[in-house]
Every structure is written in structure tokens, then in C-alpha cells.
């Protein structure tokens, strides 16, 4: 097993919490415009309806 640097296990670390942020942001703007876009058809539905 090789031995590994402090400096590469700090790169490694900070790179994995910068893609699970990456990842977590994603897919929060993913699910944010999936909700937005079911709201507004729903709307645009009912609006529809109204007239």
C-alpha cells in the first residue's frame, strides 16, 4: 500500500465535499424547476377551467 501525502489526502477531501455540494445543488435546482413546472401546468390548468 503507498504511503500518501497529507497535501494529496487534503486535495481528496476537499474535492469529494466540493462535488457532493456540486451533486447536492443539481439536483435541488432539478427538483426546483420539476415542482415549478408541475405548479405552473397545474395553474395554467385550472386557469383554463376558470375561463
Known amino acids: 500500500m503507498p504511503q500518501m501525502s497529507p497535501m494529496m ?3 481528496i477531501f476537499f474535492f469529494s465535499l466540493m462535488n ?3 451533486i447536492m445543488f ?3 435546482s ?9 405548479l405552473f401546468n397545474y395553474n ?4 383554463n ?3
Do not use: A, R, S
Open 44 to 47: 395554467m390548468k385550472k386557469w
Open 30 to 38: 432539478i427538483y426546483m424547476n420539476l415542482k415549478f413546472n408541475i
Open 9 to 11: 489526502w487534503m486535495m
Open 20 to 22: 457532493l455540494f456540486i
Open 26 to 28: 443539481l439536483m435541488n
Open 49 to 51: 377551467w376558470m375561463w
